[in-house]
């Protein structure tokens, strides 16, 4: 009785801990997209001054794809006057992190010289027209008023900085040879490897032949040779080849393929004719001396 509720405690505790520990790792992993992976803008200085803004936007663009092709900056001050304002912007599409500087017009020195923008809120939207997406963020006026005016940060710095400049090459797909002797379908079996040794086409093989129904010349015969080895290298697709044509020797499992223990090696052919099946060519051997 003793030991059975010391195991029955030591497995509650067991379980709080992994409860707390994966508790744990969710806020870590919440804390880390807060700080690094979250939408970040950041105001830069203009080359140029007058109506000019210039800024960096960073976002995980694979996590939330969109064309950004809007800015607007929209001023709330219910304290001063105007009451509120608002500018905007449209620029060529963006579809990665960027920076630019955008020509506000006359209206962003109006917003910058609003009476009461020390109690004033600032709000800076960067949206897409085509997807629907919309980042804001909210500042107050003292502080976006001061990041427009001492930003020492250019859109060539932060460019290279972040590396935005550099093109981004993606790999090249895998290219996964087709075999024209797959057939598309055989009633009740799906697809099959239109090749001689299937007993689907031994008829169609055996009766090929040239024009007039004549048979076809037999093939030179080519000598048997046995085998030392037979393996499987990784990227089978298990498509069961193999096996269809040499059974005794492969074995084809939910997720790849094997060698038969014990399997017989003297009939080297065959096991050629499933090496040059296969769509992957992951099947090798070596010859017997």
Known sequence: MTSSLIAMGVAIFAVVNLVLALAGLSLLFGAF?????????????????????????????SKEPAQLDHIKIRLFNPFGSPTQSEVCHKFESKRNSFALEADMGPGLIELLGAQGMDKAMVQVELSSSRDGVCFQFDMKGPKFKKLVMESSDSVENFIK???????????????????????????????????ATNPAFAAQFAGMGSGGGAAAPAAEAVANYAVLKVWIEPGCIVCNACEDIYKEVFEVTSETCLIRPGAPLDNGLKIQEAAEACPVEVIKYTKAS
Request: glycine share 10%; net charge positive; hydrophobic share 40%.
């Open 33 to 61: 997209e807060s700080l690094f992976g979250k939408p970040r803008l950041t105001l830069l200085r203009p080359s140029k001054g007058g109506n000019m803004f210039a800024f960096g936007f960073k976002w995980n663009s």
């Open 161 to 195: 900085k972040n590396k935005l400049d550099v093109v981004k090459v993606s790999k090249p797909p895998i290219d996964i040879p087709i075999r024209s002797f797959i057939a598309d379908t055989v009633p009740g079996k799906g697809a099959q490897l239109a090749i």
